[in-house]
């Protein structure tokens, strides 16, 4: 079993939509939690950090932790086409642990 | 500031065959990484170095060695070419500011296939 599952998709919304993305984990002991945004053909950029527990907002982007499930969650509101890339979730208490990616398209 | 730099952008190995990978990073961070990335896999760090002049194995280091040449630059070597070597190689550094202890920052990355 990986320390870290997500969902590869691909996730197809239409724009304006409300998208969730998700990811599982296995050890308790991650404390830190990230998001990181892949454009195609572009290395990884780092779009939401959060620190234990809880939710965290930055415009149209909430992440959230439930360290209690072992689950983090996305939400981007009113999704746009330039939102269109693949999602990571990351995870550290030392080695950083990354999901697989959720590709995501957002049409117009 | 051009951030993190990755040279080449494309490379085409035969089985065996040898080659470097370089990468450079401006912002004066201590710690660098290589990661390779594969379809379902995500990214798996290969080595990484929290320091000028040190090297530590990450989670899929067999096959590669790497140099930490001074702060600035982490080279990732392929002694001897396999075709399971073929990846989306990426470089990345961080330094670890309060609030943000493990913010990485990733190069464009490099693209290999090995036939």
């Known amino acids: 079993q990986k320390e870290v599952e997500q969902d590869p998709g691909p996730l197809s919304v239409p724009e304006g939509a409300i998208v969730s993305l998700n990811c599982t984990y296995s050890n308790s002991a991650f404390q830190y939690f990230m998001w990181y945004r892949q454009y195609s053909r572009k290395g990884p950029e780092l779009l939401m950090y959060t620190y234990s527990s809880g939710n965290k907002e930055d415009g149209r982007f909430t992440a959230q932790v439930d360290k209690s499930s072992k689950y983090i969650s996305l939400f981007i509101r009113d999704s746009q086409p330039s939102d269109s890339a693949t999602y990571l979730c990351?995870?550290?208490?030392?080695?950083?642990?990354f999901g697989a990616g959720t590709r995501l398209t957002v049409k117009p | 500031n051009a951030g993190v730099t990755q040279t080449p952008k494309f490379q085409v190995l035969k089985t065996g065959q040898s080659m470097t990978l370089q990468c450079a990073q401006d912002?004066?961070?201590?710690?660098m990484y290589w990661y390779r990335q594969d379809p379902g896999m995500g990214l798996r760090l290969i080595y990484y170095s929290a320091s000028e002049g040190t090297t530590d194995k990450g989670e899929v280091p067999n096959g590669y060695n790497v140099s930490r040449l001074n702060k600035r630059e982490f080279s990732l070597r392929l002694e001897s070419a396999a075709p399971s070597q073929t990846s989306v190689y990426f470089c990345?550094?961080?330094?670890?500011?309060?609030?943000?202890?493990?913010?990485?920052?990733f190069g464009p990355g490099t693209r290999l296939t090995v036939t």
């Open positions: 912002m004066n961070h201590n710690s």
């Open positions: 990351a995870m550290n208490k030392g080695d950083m642990r």
């Open positions: 990345a550094s961080s330094e670890p500011r309060t609030g943000h202890p493990y913010e990485q920052y």
